[in-house]
C-alpha cells in the first residue's frame, strides 16, 4: 500500500500552494473586512484549471481525481479557507452540469463556468429545510416556455454575487422524487436576494438568501431529468464533504505551522516556550491529529475515486473526524498564542471563526453520524 503522492500529484498540490500564498494569503484580512472575494480573482483561478476541478476533459475541465481535488483545497485552504471553500462550492455545480446536464446545456454554460468567466452557486437549503433538505419547499410550475419559480433559498455562499445558480426545486409531489434541478441565471425575471448575513466566519463570502418570485426559467435550463434533482444533489455532496475537510485540514496546518514558529520566538522563564515539555505535548497530538485526519481524508477520497460500495460511509465518517480534527486544533494553536492569538493580527482567531462552520455544512456532522450508523446496521 503506497502512501506516497505522485510526482504529478505533488505539483498539483504545489502549484495551488504556491498561487495561494502568492494570490490569495496577503489579501485574505482584506477581503474578509470587505465582505467580499474580488471577481477578477476567479479568471485567475481558472487559467490554472481550477473552475473545472473534475468536469472532464471532454468538456474542456481538468478531469482530476476527488483525491486530486482534495490536494488542491488542502492547498489553497491554507492560505484562506472561505476563499477555498467557496470555490468547492463552484467545482460542485460545474460536475453537476457535466454529470446530467443536456448536451445543449453544457455547450451553452460550461465552458465559461470552467474559466470562471461565470461562478456559480449552489441552492438546496431553505429557511425550513436544512437537515432535512428533501423537504424543501421552493416550487417551479412547468409553463409553455418553461418554469416558473417561487421560494427562498437560505444561506447560499455567492447569494447577489454569482452570475449563475444551481438550484433544487420541486417540480412534483412531496419527497425527493419531487425535486428537480434548474441553473438559474443572474438577472432572471422575478430573482432576487436578501440582504447579506452577518457571519462568524467565511466572512470573505457573500451569503444571502436567493428569492423567486414568479422567476422565469427556459425549458432547455432544466440539468437531467424531472424528479432527479434531488439523486443529484446528494451525488455532489460526498465530493463536497471531501472538499471541506480538505479545507479545514488545510487552515489547521497552517494554524499548527504559524504556532511552531511563535513558540520558538516567544520566551517565558528564560526559554522559548517551546522548549516546556507539557506545551510539547500539546504540538504532538496536534500533529498526530491532523496526519490521522490526512491519512483518513485520502482514503475516504480513494474509495469514492474507486466508486467502492462503502465510500458514502467513509465520506461522512472523513467528514465528521475532519472537521472536528480541524476546529480542536486551531482552537488549541490559538491558546497556544495566548493572548496575541486572540489578536487579529496573528490571523489565528480568523481561522477559529472560519473551520466552526465546517461541522455545519455539506450535511452537520450529527447527520455524519446519521449515515454512519445506517450503514452499520444495514450490514449487521
Not at 505539483?11 to 494570490?23: K, N, S, V
Request: with cysteine; charged share 20%.
Amino acid at each position: 500500500m503506497d502512501f506516497a503522492l505522485s510526482e504529478e500529484q505533488s505539483a498539483i498540490f504545489d502549484m495551488a500552494r504556491d498561487f495561494g500564498q502568492d494570490r490569495i494569503a496577503p489579501h485574505a484580512r482584506t477581503w474578509e473586512a470587505a465582505g467580499t472575494i474580488p471577481k477578477d480573482l476567479w479568471p485567475e483561478v481558472g487559467e490554472l484549471g481550477f473552475g473545472g476541478l473534475y468536469v472532464s476533459e471532454a468538456s474542456g475541465g481538468a478531469g482530476l481525481s476527488r483525491l486530486d481535488a482534495t490536494l488542491v483545497f488542502e492547498a489553497l485552504s491554507m492560505a484562506c479557507p472561505s476563499v477555498a471553500a467557496f470555490l468547492s462550492i463552484h467545482n460542485m455545480c460545474a460536475k453537476m452540469i457535466d454529470s446530467f446536464g443536456s448536451d445543449d446545456l453544457k455547450a451553452r454554460v460550461l465552458a465559461d463556468a470552467v474559466s470562471m468567466k461565470t461562478v456559480l452557486s449552489y441552492c438546496l437549503t431553505e429557511p425550513g429545510s436544512g437537515s432535512d433538505a428533501a423537504a424543501l419547499k421552493t416550487r417551479a410550475e412547468k409553463t409553455n416556455a418553461g418554469y416558473v419559480l417561487n421560494g427562498t433559498k437560505a444561506f447560499i455562499s455567492g447569494g447577489s454575487y454569482s452570475d449563475a445558480y444551481v438550484c433544487m426545486v420541486r417540480t412534483g409531489g412531496d419527497g425527493p422524487k419531487g425535486v428537480s434541478a434548474l441553473y438559474v441565471e443572474d438577472g432572471a425575471a422575478g430573482l432576487s436576494f436578501g440582504g447579506l448575513e452577518d457571519k462568524m466566519g467565511w466572512r470573505a463570502q457573500p451569503t444571502a438568501q436567493v428569492q423567486f418570485d414568479d422567476c422565469q426559467v427556459a425549458a432547455e435550463n432544466l440539468i437531467g431529468i424531472e424528479g432527479d434533482g434531488f439523486k443529484y444533489a446528494m451525488a455532489g455532496l460526498d465530493g463536497g464533504r471531501l472538499n471541506i475537510s480538505a479545507c479545514s485540514l488545510g487552515a489547521a496546518q497552517t494554524a499548527l505551522t504559524q504556532t511552531l514558529q511563535y513558540m520558538s520566538e516567544r520566551k517565558a522563564f528564560g526559554q522559548s516556550i517551546d522548549q516546556f515539555q507539557a506545551l510539547q505535548f500539546r504540538l504532538a497530538d496536534m500533529e498526530i491529529e491532523l496526519q490521522a485526519a490526512r491519512t483518513f481524508l485520502r482514503q475516504a477520497a480513494w474509495k469514492l475515486d474507486q466508486g467502492a460500495p462503502d465510500a458514502t460511509k467513509f465520506c461522512a465518517m472523513a467528514k465528521k473526524f475532519v472537521t472536528e480534527a480541524g476546529s480542536k486544533v486551531v482552537d488549541q494553536c490559538l491558546q497556544l498564542h495566548g493572548g496575541y492569538g486572540y489578536l487579529a493580527d496573528y490571523g489565528i482567531e480568523k481561522l477559529v471563526r472560519d473551520l466552526r462552520v465546517h461541522q455545519i455544512l455539506e450535511g452537520t456532522n450529527e447527520i455524519m453520524r446519521v449515515i454512519v450508523a445506517r450503514h452499520l446496521l444495514a450490514n449487521r
